[in-house]
C-alpha cells in the first residue's frame, strides 16, 4: 500500500502546467533567424562578385588565372589546427562575367604523414 501511495504521488508530481514560448510582442524584438547565429553568416552564393566573396570568406583572394571578369581565384581558409600546425584549406572560385559561377575546395595531401 505503502509503495502505490509513493508511485502515486511520483505520477502526480510529473504533472505540471506546460510552459510553451511566447510569441514576442507585435512590433517588438524577433529572435534573429538560424542562419544569422553561424560563425560564418554571409555564406557564398552564386552571383556574388570578387570582393563580395572575399568580405564572405575573410581572407584575400589571389589570382590564379583568366581573362578579366572570366578569373580563377584562390583564397586560404584558416579553418583552425592545433597550436604548432594551423590548417589552410584551399578554395578556388571560378568568376564568369565578373560573377562567382562556382568554387571548389582543396584539401590536397598532407605532407606530414607521407
Partial sequence: MKAAAVALALIASSFTQAAAQ???PIGGPYPPP???TLSNNIPLAFGMEADEAARALGVPLNYIRGRPGDEIFLAFRNV???GLFYKKDRLYLQFRKGRLAGWKGDWGHNW???
Avoid: A, V
Fill in 34 to 36: 538560424f542562419t544569422e
Fill in 22 to 24: 511566447h510569441l514576442p
Fill in 112 to 114: 606530414m604523414w607521407q
Fill in 80 to 82: 583552425g589546427g592545433s
